[in-house]
């Protein structure tokens, strides 16, 4: 049964859809979460399709889909070719991912992903993993903790906030969500207070589980699995994510063009299907979570 309190599945018709789902293919779920893109994947594949899943979060385990078609392991994306390959599979037809954090984890307040609630400075999506959000507060120096929260968070006064910080933990060591807030007050004015600290939290977040490398290494692996007409089916939830998406399926790059030839030719590896999907407002209605996703699917030539 699927689990709708772990994590409602977020443009979950268009995102399958986007897969042009061969009743007999192979398809990658990377962002397991509570199962519901994978559960809609299933239903379209026939007794010899294969879904395999990901999902480095030991709390998704708890959803496994009890199908022989169905296999999750429990391993960051970022390791998607090795672990294909252990399970003897060099191409797939098509790889969904959901990016951002699940709306269990968000939920469960001693995960500390959320603004809501007083937590332990963990926010680690993988809880057996090193660094923790108390690592980066407390032990980045200055200009690193300004790097994270400028890069990240898109923050325009992050240095101000990295100086307040090490002056902070100078005099005591911060441990939780409450003291963060404390130290921080003087930037985060009533009318704005919750903007700023999403992006503060989504700052540290990305840093802790190291978003952006695990995505640029997931894109750039997706093109070596995915076979000639296999799509790629990506849902993002901020600019830096989008960005990386929207460049890696346009020219299969983050940064810059692609050569042209001496006619003023070049080869893209990807064909974009549609245009970038966002969620309707019926569904931002039923969803909140919903608001900020974009949908881009890309058909590997």
């Given at each position: 049964?699927?689990?709708?309190?772990?994590?409602?599945?977020?443009?979950?018709?268009?995102?399958?859809?986007?897969?042009?789902?061969?009743?007999?293919?192979?398809?990658?779920?990377?962002?397991?979460?509570?199962?519901?893109?994978?559960?809609?994947?299933?239903?379209?594949?026939?007794?010899?399709?294969?879904l395999?899943?990901?999902?480095?979060?030991?709390?998704?385990?708890?959803?496994?889909?009890?199908?022989?078609?169905?296999?999750?392991?429990?391993?960051?994306?970022?390791?998607?070719?090795?672990?294909?390959?252990?399970?003897?599979?060099?191409?797939?037809?098509?790889?969904?991912?959901?990016?951002?954090?699940?709306?269990?984890?968000?939920?469960?307040?001693e995960?500390?992903?959320?603004?809501?609630?007083e937590?332990?400075?963990?926010?680690?999506?993988?809880?057996?993993?090193?660094?923790?959000?108390?690592?980066?507060?407390?032990?980045?120096?200055?200009?690193?903790?300004?790097?994270?929260?400028?890069?990240?968070?898109?923050?325009?006064?992050?240095?101000?906030?990295?100086?307040?910080?090490?002056?902070?933990?100078?005099?005591?060591?911060?441990?939780?969500?409450?003291?963060?807030?404390?130290?921080?007050?003087?930037?985060?004015?009533?009318?704005?207070?919750?903007?700023?600290?999403?992006?503060?939290?989504?700052?540290?977040?990305?840093?802790?589980?190291?978003?952006?490398d695990?995505?640029?290494e997931?894109?750039?692996?997706?093109?070596?699995?995915?076979?000639?007409n296999?799509?790629?089916?990506?849902?993002?939830?901020?600019?830096l994510?989008?960005?990386?998406?929207?460049?890696?399926?346009?020219?299969?790059?983050?940064?810059?063009?692609?050569?042209?030839?001496?006619?003023?030719?070049?080869?893209?590896?990807?064909?974009?299907?549609?245009?970038?999907?966002?969620?309707?407002?019926?569904?931002?209605?039923?969803?909140?979570?919903?608001?900020?996703?974009?949908l881009?699917?890309?058909?590997?030539?």
């Amino acid at each position: 049964m699927e689990n709708n309190e772990y994590h409602n599945p977020v443009l979950l018709k268009e995102t399958v859809d986007g897969l042009n789902i061969k009743p007999d293919g192979i398809y990658v779920d990377v962002t397991f979460g509570g199962g519901g893109h994978s559960r809609e994947i299933m239903k379209r594949l026939g007794p010899n399709g294969k879904l395999f899943a990901f999902d480095q979060d030991e709390d998704a385990l708890a959803n496994i889909i009890e199908d022989d078609r169905f296999q999750l392991i429990n391993e960051n994306f970022r390791f998607i070719k090795r672990f294909l390959r252990f399970h003897g599979v060099k191409q797939v037809d098509g790889i969904l991912a959901d990016l951002g954090v699940s709306s269990h984890q968000f939920d469960v307040a001693e995960r500390g992903f959320s603004t809501r609630f007083e937590a332990e400075l963990d926010m680690r999506m993988d809880r057996k993993g090193g660094l923790s959000a108390y690592n980066v507060i407390n032990d980045y120096d200055e200009s690193q903790i300004a790097s994270v929260l400028s890069q990240y968070g898109e923050l325009t006064n992050a240095r101000a906030m990295a100086s307040v910080i090490v002056t902070a933990r100078a005099e005591n060591e911060i441990k939780n969500s409450e003291q963060l807030k404390q130290i921080l007050s003087r930037f985060l004015p009533g009318h704005k207070s919750n903007k700023i600290l999403a992006q503060i939290y989504q700052a540290i977040r990305i840093e802790v589980n190291q978003e952006m490398d695990v995505l640029k290494e997931f894109l750039e692996q997706s093109l070596e699995i995915l076979a000639p007409n296999g799509r790629l089916s990506v849902i993002s939830y901020h600019s830096l994510e989008d960005r990386l998406v929207k460049r890696y399926m346009k020219n299969g790059m983050f940064e810059g063009e692609p050569e042209k030839d001496m006619f003023g030719r070049f080869e893209v590896p990807f064909k974009l299907i549609g245009k970038m999907i966002i969620p309707s407002d019926e569904e931002i209605k039923i969803n909140n979570r919903a608001r900020s996703a974009k949908l881009r699917i890309a058909e590997k030539k």
